[in-house]
């Protein structure tokens, strides 16, 4: 079954690099399952040019909790109100 990803964020960790940290909302149709997933690949500032890599999930909940502060946060707000929004039925 697919998984649908719906980009929150990325902030870069330097101009023209393929570095920095990326936001994901996860719907996972297996799963099932829905939750944010933090994806980083950062360079090291030393002319090793080694990078680390690195992902990590979190729910909803606890992701709204612990990463306020974070670029995501209030797009992941935002999302989450714009879904419910559409989804809400109509007075008559």
């Known amino acids: 079954m697919p998984v649908f990803m719906r980009e929150l964020a990325f902030a870069a960790d330097r101009p023209m690099e393929n570095a920095g940290d990326w936001w994901h909302l996860v719907l996972d149709t297996d799963a099932p399952g829905l939750y944010v997933e933090h994806t980083w690949i950062h360079a090291s500032p030393h002319a090793d040019g080694e990078t680390t890599r690195g992902t990590q999930r979190f729910g909803i909940n606890d992701f709204l909790t612990l990463a306020e502060g974070q670029p995501a946060h209030p797009m992941l707000t935002s999302a989450l109100k714009e879904m419910f929004r559409e989804g ?4 008559a």
Do not use: H, K, Q
């Open 88 to 91: 809400a039925p109509t007075s």
